[in-house]
């Protein structure tokens, strides 16, 4: 009861004082708060402190794995702050905040007219990346599994709804891939943009790969989208500066490479994309350290089934 108080009060009357006053000051605020929950939250930080520890192959207790941990508290509450004022965003307000790198790597790729996958994952200020590309005339689609309102109770289901109609503004179109894969499938042949996360945690069938020095289990969709429409797999990241802006980073593309076996393909390729992403994650694993404890304590809880590191 006492949670589902605290997250009504944040996403609903805490969201409309933030919308509110300047973002430097929100900023400020977040990152008080990230750092005050760090040391309060003991169980969330013993965990953070073990997934990051994993993602970096040091003891939990080594001070790199607490510096990280305590880094992505602030970096997460950041993020929910973000997310609270994403639906008021202007063009001019997007510019201001992110920077892309890599946008010739979107363009070549567009040239081929087979569609664009951005493949992003639940890494840094993720939900930025949509309107982004959106405000810069890219036509981009979100594709996501079914929302975990069942799982997670009443009060997210209102927290999803308010999102859904806050986001509506934003040029992004949302898709769900319960039930529109069709619908993805003509956004590629009209050579749109269909993003999609390499990391979720809903899916029917899973491919173990190497990361970090461990073996986790990742959804093969994305590879097996590109082999069927021949659209273009790009790598995409957002880094915080110090400052609070934003680098979006374009990778180049990962070509996929045909093996004997399709199963192989699939998997050989979802390896190149491991790579990249942990390449991110020793870079900058406080833009992560917050998801992993969130999928393992949703392991944990039963709302997911998957867990990210494989056992």
């Not at 073990?50 to 880094?71: F, N, W």
């Not at 969709?221 to 790009?234: E, N």
């Amino acid at each position: 009861m006492l949670k589902n108080i605290g997250l009504w009060l944040f996403w609903f009357p805490f969201r409309r004082i933030v919308q509110a006053i300047p973002r430097r000051v929100g900023y400020a605020i977040a990152s008080t708060g990230g750092f005050a929950i760090y040391y309060l939250a003991r169980d969330l930080r013993r965990t953070t402190c073990e997934e990051v520890g994993k993602c970096l192959g040091i003891s939990p207790a080594d001070p790199m794995a607490k510096t990280a941990a305590r880094q992505s508290f602030i970096m997460e509450v950041k993020r929910r702050f973000e997310d609270l004022i994403l639906g008021t965003l202007t063009k001019k307000d997007i510019e201001e905040m992110v920077k892309i790198e890599g946008i010739e790597n979107l363009d070549a790729a567009l040239l081929k007219g087979k569609g664009v996958i951005i493949l992003l994952s639940h890494f840094g200020s993720f939900l930025m990346i949509l309107p982004v590309l959106g405000f810069r005339g890219y036509k981009i689609n979100q594709l996501g599994g079914p929302p975990l309102i069942e799982q997670l109770g009443y009060v997210h289901k209102m927290i999803f709804e308010m999102r859904e109609k806050e986001y509506s503004v934003l040029p992004v179109n949302f898709l769900r891939s319960d039930f529109a894969l069709k619908d993805a499938h003509l956004a590629l042949k009209r050579n749109e943009l269909i993003a999609i996360a390499f990391d979720g945690r809903i899916g029917n069938s899973w491919v173990e790969t190497e990361f970090c020095g461990n073996k986790v289990n990742v959804a093969p969709g994305p590879v097996k989208f590109a082999m069927k429409t021949g659209a273009t797999i790009l790598p995409t990241f957002i880094v915080r500066n110090s400052d609070n802006t934003h680098r979006l980073i374009i990778e180049k593309a990962v070509s996929v490479e045909d093996q004997e076996a399709r199963e192989l393909t699939v998997k050989v390729n979802l390896q190149k994309i491991s790579n990249i992403f942990g390449e991110y994650i020793v870079k900058y694993p406080s833009h992560f350290g917050m998801i992993l404890t969130i999928i393992r304590k949703r392991i944990e809880k039963g709302i997911v089934k998957m867990p990210f590191f494989a056992q």
